[in-house]
């Protein structure tokens, strides 16, 4: 089964004919071998397996190379039923008919590659995304639900908060919940940004521009309650991280 966070990169090959599915294999596991990036490839001959190992079982993909042409569906549309599980994944569309191409960009589709040019098309396009993805993961923490899978960018959390049973991420690509308690998040995080400033709240520390009058001030503007009990533990703290990282 494909996991997250493993330290691979999970990869899906998805096309009605076997033998593509074989060449575009190889295609991939050449261009990990050059990226120098240890990967795990998992084939497919129909969309529908590929639907319901996503959406059923979790599989989770970093990376997708899949036929806009299959049969009783199209690439476009598996599309749109991926993404609400995998937003981060990277969807490269390989097709015949060049219209296809702008509809890719509204989906947000990393690359177009045409079947008669893959092998010079496919591989950079498979290098320029195995890139990305490892650029983009960092660190992340990953959160699992019933309907989703969501990596959260260490870099992009502003600050988590108590919120009833759940933990609830302020990032900036909006806010996301799980159902765990605050110190079981800061104990998964383990990273020395991350402080508590309050019982109920811990904040990242690159985020935080000053502390005055007892409230931690963000870049983004937003003013969080320091706690006289975690004050002087969150002045320290940042003076370390700072002086370590400036």
């Not at 001959?45 to 079982?57: F, P, V």
């Not at 923490?141 to 959390?157: G, L």
Request: aromatic residues 8%; hydrophobic residues 40%.
């Amino acid at each position: 089964m494909a996991q997250e966070g493993d330290g691979m990169l999970h990869i899906a090959v998805c096309d009605d004919d076997g033998a593509v599915v074989l060449a575009h294999r190889e295609i991939a596991g050449r261009c990990l071998a050059e990226c120098g990036s240890v990967g795990k490839i998992e084939s497919y001959t129909s969309g529908d397996n590929l639907l319901y190992d996503i959406i059923e079982d979790r599989f989770y993909f970093d990376l997708i190379l899949l036929d806009i042409e299959m049969p009783g569906t199209t690439g476009m549309k598996m599309a749109e039923k991926i993404k609400p599980y995998l937003p981060d994944v990277k969807i490269i569309f390989i097709t015949s008919h060049v219209e296809y191409a702008i509809d890719a960009f509204e989906l947000s589709i990393f690359r177009y590659v045409p079947k008669n040019d893959i092998e010079k098309r496919l591989p950079p396009a498979i290098r320029d995304a195995v890139k990305l993805i490892e650029l983009e993961a960092g660190k992340a923490y990953a959160i699992q639900t019933n309907s989703r899978f969501e990596k959260i960018p260490y870099r992009e959390i502003y600050y988590i908060e108590r919120d009833g049973k759940n933990a609830s991420f302020i990032a900036r690509g909006g806010t996301s919940k799980v159902r765990k308690s605050l110190q079981q998040v800061y104990e998964e995080l383990n990273a020395e940004e991350f402080i508590y400033i309050d019982r109920g709240c811990i904040v990242n520390m690159i985020h935080i521009m000053q502390i005055k009058d007892g409230m931690a001030v963000l870049k983004t503007g937003v003013s969080l309650p320091v706690s006289r009990a975690h004050l002087q533990e969150v002045k320290e703290r940042m003076n370390h991280y700072w002086g370590m990282h400036i």
